[in-house]
């Protein structure tokens, strides 16, 4: 009878200390998990409740299109591609003939003039100018329609320099506009550095002779 008295007293002994001794602390790491909980409840979605630290967004793979039957082509952006060739615009207008008015009067009542002086120059001295001029009246007095001879060389002063088709297709901007068109074209290589009045020889001896200008003076020898 004393035995049993004795060993419940020491069960409820050992029950009072237990239940006095303190809970122990959690590990360093679950606390901090838990004042971040607490401090940022959710934070959107992007905390990992498992063991909070914020969700990485895994890296995106590049975006492919298809543009027609090219097939699969990576997307390029456009601070990377490649740069449009930007056509440039004609330093001069259409109709803006009294720029140059002497130029205006030759045309006026030469236009053949003009052509061959535009066409030497334009295709670098391989026509000269008395064979495009030359070519040009006779085409004018046989069929009376120049134009569809002198706009293949207005195409090709857009191709040399990068204008546009403008203000209309090269052969109705001739075709109802062939003296303006000439004008026009004349001052472009004019404005551009090609003189037209002095020939393709002209403008090639005036570049050499700017060249040796611009051209550092040679070193002289000591004389010892």
């Given at each position: 009878?004393?035995?049993?008295?004795?060993?419940?007293q020491?069960?409820?002994?050992?029950?009072?200390?237990?239940?006095?001794?303190?809970?122990?602390?959690?590990?360093?790491?679950?606390?901090?998990?838990?004042?971040?909980?607490?401090?940022?409840?959710?934070?959107g979605?992007?905390?990992?409740?498992?063991?909070?630290?914020?969700?990485?967004?895994?890296?995106?793979?590049?975006?492919?299109?298809?543009p027609?039957?090219?097939?699969?082509?990576?997307?390029?952006?456009?601070?990377?591609?490649?740069p449009?060739?930007?056509?440039q615009?004609?330093?001069?207008?259409?109709?803006?003939?009294?720029?140059?008015?002497?130029?205006?009067?030759i045309?006026?009542?030469?236009?053949?003039?003009?052509?061959?002086?535009?066409?030497?120059?334009?295709?670098?001295?391989?026509?000269?100018?008395?064979?495009?001029?030359?070519?040009?009246?006779?085409?004018?007095?046989?069929?009376?329609?120049?134009?569809?001879?002198?706009?293949?060389?207005?195409?090709?002063?857009?191709?040399?320099?990068g204008?546009?088709?403008?203000?209309a297709?090269?052969?109705?901007?001739?075709?109802?506009?062939?003296?303006?068109?000439?004008?026009q074209?004349?001052?472009?290589?004019?404005?551009?550095?090609?003189?037209?009045?002095?020939?393709?020889?002209?403008?090639?001896?005036?570049?050499?002779?700017?060249?040796?200008?611009?051209?550092?003076?040679?070193?002289?020898?000591?004389?010892?």
């Amino acid at each position: 009878m004393q035995k049993s008295n004795s060993e419940s007293q020491n069960a409820q002994q050992l029950q009072s200390d237990v239940s006095s001794t303190p809970a122990p602390e959690p590990p360093v790491y679950e606390k901090q998990m838990v004042d971040t909980e607490q401090k940022y409840p959710h934070n959107g979605g992007m905390l990992n409740q498992s063991s909070g630290v914020p969700n990485m967004p895994r890296p995106v793979q590049p975006t492919y299109i298809n543009p027609g039957r090219m097939g699969n082509q990576p997307y390029i952006p456009p601070q990377m591609a490649r740069p449009v060739n930007i056509n440039q615009n004609w330093t001069s207008g259409l109709f803006d003939c009294m720029n140059d008015g002497e130029n205006a009067i030759i045309t006026c009542f030469f236009p053949f003039v003009t052509f061959g002086q535009i066409a030497e120059v334009t295709d670098e001295g391989a026509t000269s100018c008395g064979t495009g001029g030359m070519l040009y009246g006779l085409i004018c007095c046989l069929f009376g329609i120049p134009c569809v001879y002198s706009c293949t060389f207005r195409a090709k002063i857009r191709s040399k320099f990068g204008l546009p088709d403008a203000p209309a297709p090269d052969w109705i901007t001739h075709c109802f506009c062939e003296y303006c068109a000439l004008c026009q074209e004349y001052r472009e290589l004019k404005n551009r550095g090609l003189d037209p009045a002095i020939g393709w020889s002209g403008n090639v001896q005036r570049q050499r002779q700017q060249q040796e200008m611009m051209a550092p003076p040679m070193g002289q020898r000591m004389m010892g």
